[in-house]
């Protein structure tokens, strides 16, 4: 045991604490217009896990996995939120648009 906890770097290993005590409230509130803030919120907790695990075991699947699936994973994530959350903000009708909610206009409806 002694020997896992000389290997994590301290600062790094306090990551994932902090990273998944951050989740709870992005996850308390969850709604239907924030869920690509969360997964991109989630891969970062993934991200900070596969850091501190890399020095254990796996090292090299485990970077692959910080920095693919975890780091570009996040920001592709947070770039598809903004960019819905832009959508909503410039036109309140395209959010119902974007999440396939709407039922289509019945014929010769003015919108």
Do not use: C
């Not at 994590?8 to 604490?17: E, N, Q, T, W």
């Amino acid at each position: 045991m002694m020997g896992i906890l000389e290997v994590l770097d301290p600062p790094k290993a306090v990551l994932p604490l902090i990273a998944l005590i951050g989740l709870v409230p992005v996850v308390a509130r969850y709604r239907t217009e924030s869920r690509w803030f969360v997964v991109g919120y989630g891969l970062l907790a993934v991200a900070t896990l596969a850091t501190n695990l890399e020095n254990i075991v796996l090292g090299d699947v485990l970077n692959g996995t910080e920095h693919a699936l975890g780091l570009m994973g996040s920001g592709i994530a947070f770039l598809v939120a903004g960019y819905y959350r832009r959508q909503t903000i410039l036109d309140p009708q395209s959010d119902d648009a974007a999440t396939g909610d709407a039922a289509p206009a019945a014929e010769g409806d003015d919108q």
